[in-house]
């Protein structure tokens, strides 16, 4: 018999560079740097779209919204959340909640992170409190450190909604 939770993870990164616009959990973040990507580069909410999408059986977000297609140059990170809760959803499930590290050595982001939470809850149609968001440094060490690039992880919760057969 399936069990009716299921756990996925993801991880993104993305390089840093001068002049470009920082975006993390769907808030753009106050930065000389940015980072550099197909998308929006916002490496937060890559890592809980390639968690939500594993926990559901549906591959990657590279499977979905490859960084060759035109289609996702420059898109917005939060439409792509919103198609994956959409994929999720298809399927019977519904998020039980997630949780996303940042990894960044600059700059802080702590007072950021309830305009996330509410960013993201709005984008995936569920209760802020279902989205938690935690901020660390590598204390100056790797390319984190040294602020060559930023990233995420994420873990989500799926909770079956249709009977279990």
Request: proline share 4%; with cysteine; charged share 25%.
């Amino acid at each position: 018999m399936a069990s009716p939770f299921r756990i996925g993870n993801g991880y993104d990164v993305h390089r840093l560079a001068d002049g470009l616009e920082l975006w993390l959990c769907g808030v753009k973040v106050p930065h000389s740097k940015g980072a550099v990507a197909h998308s929006d580069g916002d490496a937060a909410i890559h890592a809980l779209c390639d968690a939500l999408l594993g926990a559901a059986g549906l591959r990657d977000i590279g499977c979905h919204f490859p960084d060759t297609s035109a289609e996702y140059k420059g898109i917005d990170s939060k439409i792509l959340l919103k198609r994956t809760m959409s994929m999720v959803r298809e399927k019977g499930y519904e998020l039980g909640n997630a949780d996303i590290v940042l990894c960044l050595q600059r700059p802080k982001v702590k007072d950021l992170i309830p305009a996330m939470q509410q960013c993201l809850a709005r984008a995936m149609q569920t209760d802020a409190d279902n989205i938690g968001i935690k901020a660390t440094t590598t204390e100056t060490l790797g390319f984190v450190g040294r602020e060559e690039g930023v990233a995420a992880y994420a873990v989500s919760l799926l909770v079956k909604t249709e009977p279990r057969r």
